[in-house]
């Protein structure tokens, strides 16, 4: 039986007219590491502020490890790093830290113990002593996640984790909460869907206040594949239509979709053919094309928003 | 929230803003601007006026003017240092109270800080922590306003009695009473407003507004006077010539006015968006 962390029921919230979350309805289960997305001012921080209980709903329930958010048994069990929200730049982010942990129950020791463990964990450990006003942007970002991290928090809800980071720190973030997802729920909101893709294994999407969930590691009879051809001047001069007839002309291929830069989506029937992939590489070398990328699956990308844009380009 | 975590809670609260006053820049900023302010009043104000308190034509005079008020009791503190701190303090601490009291949530809920705290303790233990943590930077700082007034007054006389330092406790708890409800004040509106400035101005209008509505209102029922008994404040015209411990029986008034004032401040940051 499943045992949710986080039950939503109806919920509803307006900004005066404006009715951001519409009905929604979902459940995360313990050890689920959920992605929401939704495009700019689709409600996901609203969704995390009610969540937080930062703000109350209009109307419907939620329950996160069984109780109301803002309850006192949540205290240290539900831990968040809220978009946009910095510490007090007056004190050393040791200080606030361990004042958190304090606060959370910890001892003074226990807390000063705990703060530098995930100061740690976002390599900032040297900067213990360093007030908050003098780190830099990605500095400060780190130590506000590193607040979500004290003590052993159940659910932990990321509000755009890496938003502001450099390429080195987003990945050393994503691999500290890809370890961490062991122990906790995580509910992360984020524009970079190639983080979310590589990091969660159910899909919450806002859209229009409402709520589409999706499972980005389905269980389909129709199995996908990304290609992307190279080109230049060593590859062969690619005709589209005459890529895409050629392989429609595979066994087992149900659907073939070509994008920009020579790039396809691939839909066919594992069922039918075993080594489906080999024959599709037998095939670019008959033809001399040079493949770039080959990748099993759809991106979340195109399994969220290639519907959209069909729709688009339809009307 | 259980008594023992809200209480703990208050008391980690009140540690980070005697943290604020004595290790950081501004709150350093802070000691150093009430030094320099006292110097000048106790340098300029308090020790030459003292010497004029101590002379016997005087007294006589005060007495003869304002017996009827009582305000001859004030001759009755053991020092008359003492006697200059309580007037001086009694008008104008209450003042500075709101200025600087002003900060107690707007900046953390602007800041988003509050989002980070609220996520480890109630809205009431949020409210009365910072509420309590004010009282206890003010309780430093009139303590320390006090000692310098005590040494003042002991390098004058070549010596310090037990009854002036008694006097001394017994006007750092008077005050710190005053104080309560201007600092509760200060809580409601720092609950409500999104900054420290708006907080600050907000309040002074309010008790300009409601002052002038009170004055329009007894101007024209003169039975509703007994109101202005319960403005913030209005016990420290009778706190003046008062003397003794059993003096703290004004204490009834605003301590309720505190309590009200916190119960709505709670009211408002539990309904506030954070």
């Known amino acids: 039986m499943n045992n949710p962390i986080i039950k939503v029921t109806q919920l509803v919230k307006s900004y005066g007219r404006h009715k951001v979350l519409n009905n929604i309805s979902f459940e995360i289960n313990k050890g689920e590491t959920v992605a929401l997305i939704g495009q700019n001012g689709a409600g996901k921080t609203t969704l995390f502020s009610l969540l937080c209980g930062y703000l109350k ?5 939620m329950q996160l ?19 946009d929200a910095q510490l007090d730049p007056a004190f050393s982010i040791g200080q606030q830290l361990s004042f958190y942990g304090q606060l959370q129950g910890l001892t003074g020791r226990e807390a000063r113990a705990e703060t530098e463990r995930v100061l740690a964990l976002v390599d900032l450990a040297a900067h213990y002593h360093t007030k908050a006003g003098a780190l830099s942007h990605g500095m400060r970002k780190r130590a506000c996640m590193a607040q979500a991290f004290i003590g052993s928090p159940a659910l932990i809800l990321l509000d755009e984790p890496t938003a502001g980071l450099d390429p080195a720190n987003a990945l050393h973030i994503r691999e500290l909460i890809s370890d961490l997802s062991q122990h906790a729920s995580f509910l992360i909101s984020s524009h970079n869907i190639f983080e979310l893709e590589r990091l969660c294994n159910k899909v919450l999407y806002l859209q229009d206040g409402q709520l589409q969930q999706h499972n980005a590691q389905p269980n389909e009879s129709i199995a996908h594949l990304s290609l992307q051809l190279a080109t230049g001047k060593e590859a062969a001069a690619i005709n589209s239509d005459e890529v895409c007839q050629q392989l429609r002309q595979l066994a087992g291929v149900k659907e073939v979709s070509a994008g920009r830069n020579h790039e396809y989506q691939l839909s066919y029937q594992p069922q039918v053919v075993d080594d489906f992939d080999i024959r599709l590489l037998q095939c670019l070398a008959a033809n001399g094309w040079q493949y770039k990328q080959l990748s099993k699956g759809k991106t979340l990308e195109q399994q969220l928003f290639a519907r959209k844009q069909a729709a688009t380009v339809l009307s | 929230m259980s008594m023992m975590l809200l209480l703990r809670q208050i008391v980690l609260f009140s540690q980070v803003e005697l943290s604020r006053l004595w290790l950081t820049r501004r709150g350093l900023m802070t000691l150093a601007a009430t030094a320099v302010v006292w110097f000048f009043l106790l340098r300029y104000a308090i020790a030459p006026a003292s010497d004029i308190l101590q002379e016997p034509n ?13 305000l001859h009791q004030l001759l009755n503190w053991p020092a008359p240092e003492l006697t200059l701190y309580w007037m001086l303090s009694l008008i104008l601490l209450p003042i500075l109270c709101l200025a600087f009291t002003a900060n107690q949530l707007s900046g ?12 480890r303790s109630s809205r009431t233990a949020i409210v009365l922590g910072r509420f309590c943590g004010q009282l206890a930077v003010q309780l430093c700082l009139i303590l320390l306003s006090l000692a310098a007034t005590l040494i003042i007054s002991t390098v004058r006389q070549g010596s310090i009695s037990w009854q002036a330092i008694e006097a001394a406790l017994l006007i750092s708890c008077h005050l710190l009473i005053v104080l309560m409800p201007f600092t509760a004040l200060m809580t409601v509106f720092s609950a409500w407003a999104r900054s420290s400035r708006l907080a600050l101005s907000l309040a002074i209008v309010s008790l300009g507004v409601v002052f002038g509505l009170l004055s329009w209102l007894i101007y024209h029922q003169p039975d509703m006077a007994f109101l202005l008994k319960y403005m913030p404040g209005a016990q420290i015209w009778q706190l003046i010539p008062a003397q003794g411990w059993q003096s703290l029986q004004l204490a009834a008034l605003p301590l309720a006015q505190t309590a009200v004032f916190l119960l709505i401040a709670q009211q408002i940051l539990s309904r506030r968006a954070l």
């Open chain 1, 57 to 61: 709903a209009d109307s419907g329930s």
């Open chain 1, 65 to 83: 490890l069984g109780e109301q958010p803002g309850s006192q048994a949540l205290f240290g069990k539900v831990a968040a790093l809220p978009q």
């Open chain 2, 58 to 70: 005087f007294q006589k005079s005060l007495t003869a003017a304002f017996g009827m008020l009582g």
């Open chain 2, 108 to 119: 953390d809920a602007a800041r988003g800080t509050l989002r980070f705290i609220s996520l």
